[in-house]
């Protein structure tokens, strides 16, 4: 049976129905337990970074090689002769994907991922990042992290703390979860940097909690996740970046009251949110996180490269 | 009516969009590219109007407007009509209604957004909220209210 995401445009979360997020994670933890290193012999996959991003360049060129695919592409837009030259986004993508199966595209405007789809010549476009909008294998990354962890999706009660206005991840992190029952969500941020009024009219609309608060000593005792962004010093002023920065950094000590099932997640890179101290508590789960991003981008691509998968 | 005939002069043939809300038409006619045409265009700006007080009016000579086209007019001009004329008589009347999406005509506020890019057409679709509309990019995704869209 075709599997619903053959061949589909990964672009957004919000593209993907919930038993095609099933479907992803359920294939990266089979893949964890049992690598298929042939899964995608034959297949040329150009991943494309019109800007640096080297963790996410890393994950996917190994969720590749580790399928068994080969890779062409570049790492850095500015170093290449398409844009020295002056060639369109929709020129280069279309004579991309007369190479090869796939496309992983990165790239500093927004949109541009949906751009490139229409460009493809129906090759599948996998988002790695389009400026503030959307990554949504981060997002994947994310939710088989937290299943992994607390074994459901539901139920769930999750903080959300840092740069809550520019921080795609957790933008994209909260309408996936939305899409599950009876989670909660806390919101953590300066005030110049809350979520913004669609993610809240989204979750107000849809009837789902949400509660903004100071900081994370009020609520550790309740949360399940606490999702840990930066704080970017270059959106704030710098007084105002001086206050906000002091209340937001976690350290052991305001884990004293933390649920035994508590798990830290970040989308890394860290500055100095999280102490150091943090990472050597049961709590911290960045790092495992990160390696996650492996399976669940192994997942996604065979999913959409193998029609009959599952 | 009298008076409008006297100012705008009737077509033999084509579309004439009127009730269109005083300084509006010449937003129309660059946003819609009415002009992008070698056909005849007549404009009645500020003109009398019983239903709006002052209405602007545009008549295309040997032009029909599409569906979409008609439909996308209701957002800068919820009331307006329009009739297709043949012989000089009205063979038709149009009521435009709220399209659910709007491509080409409006710009995205999200200067990052990269539908600025001149090869590509943008693309809003609407969405209704408790109490107002928002116009949502098909590009970059990002949610806007109506009004800082069309301003």
């Known amino acids: 049976m ?53 963790r996410t360049r890393l994950s996917f060129e190994t969720a590749i090689y580790r399928l068994g695919a080969s890779i062409i592409g570049f790492s850095d837009g500015n170093n290449i002769s398409l844009s020295q030259k002056g060639e369109s986004l929709e020129d280069t993508i279309s004579v991309i994907s007369s190479y090869v199966d796939a496309i992983i595209i990165r790239h500093p405007q927004e949109g541009s991922a949906r751009l490139a789809a229409e460009f493809s010549n129906s090759i599948p476009i996998f988002n790695a990042g389009d400026g503030s909008n959307q990554h949504p294998t981060q997002t994947l990354l994310d939710l088989f992290t937290i299943k992994e962890t607390q074994n459901r999706l539901n139920e769930l009660n999750i903080a959300m703390v840092g740069d809550l206005k520019y921080g795609r991840t957790v933008h994209s992190l909260t309408q996936a979860l939305a899409k599950y029952k009876k989670n909660k969500f806390f919101f953590i941020s300066p005030d110049a940097l809350t979520m913004p009024s669609y993610i809240n009219d989204m979750l107000l609309e849809n009837q789902i909690s949400c509660t903004r608060c100071q900081n994370i000593e009020e609520i550790i005792s309740e949360i399940d996740i606490l999702y840990m962004t930066r704080v970017q010093k270059e959106r704030l002023e710098s007084t105002e970046y001086a206050n906000s920065k002091s209340k937001f950094i976690l350290h052991t000590k305001t884990l004293k009251n933390a649920r035994n099932n508590l798990k830290i997640l970040h989308p890394l890179p860290r500055i100095d949110e999280i102490d150091y101290d943090v990472d050597k508590t049961p709590y911290a789960w960045y790092f495992k996180q990160a390696a996650n991003g492996i399976y669940a981008r192994q997942a996604i691509l065979s999913l959409v490269l193998i029609e009959n998968h599952f | 009516m009298q008076i409008n005939k006297l100012q705008v002069e009737a077509i033999k043939c084509g ?76 063979v038709g009347k149009i009521f435009p209604k709220l399209p659910k999406k709007i491509d080409r005509i409006l710009v995205c506020p999200n200067s990052n957004c990269v539908s600025h890019n001149n090869s590509i057409n943008s693309s809003f679709i609407f969405i209704k909220k408790l109490n107002s509309m928002n116009l949502k990019c098909q590009y970059c995704e990002k949610e806007f209210s109506k009004n800082i869209v069309l301003s």
Not at chain 1, 10 to 39: F, H, Q, T, Y
Not at chain 2, 24 to 47: A, C, Y
Not at chain 2, 58 to 72: H, R, V, Y
Request: overall charge positive; some cysteine.
């Open chain 1, 2 to 54: 075709r599997n619903s995401l053959y061949k589909k445009n990964i672009i957004s979360i919000n593209d993907l129905k919930r038993d095609e997020l099933e479907l992803v994670l359920k294939k990266s933890a089979i893949l964890k337990k049992k690598p298929e290193p042939g899964l995608l012999k034959n297949k040329i996959i150009a991943s494309c970074f019109f800007e640096a991003s080297t």
């Open chain 2, 15 to 90: 579309s004439v969009i009127d009730h269109i809300p005083s300084q509006i038409g010449f937003k129309l006619l660059s946003l819609f590219r009415f002009t992008e045409t070698e056909n005849r265009i007549t404009i009645g700006l500020n003109l009398p109007s019983q239903k709006l007080g002052k209405k602007d009016i545009i008549k295309i000579e040997n032009t029909f407007l599409s569906a979409d086209q008609i439909n996308q007019l209701a957002i800068y001009s919820p009331c307006a009509t329009v009739n297709y004329i043949d012989q000089y008589n009205l």
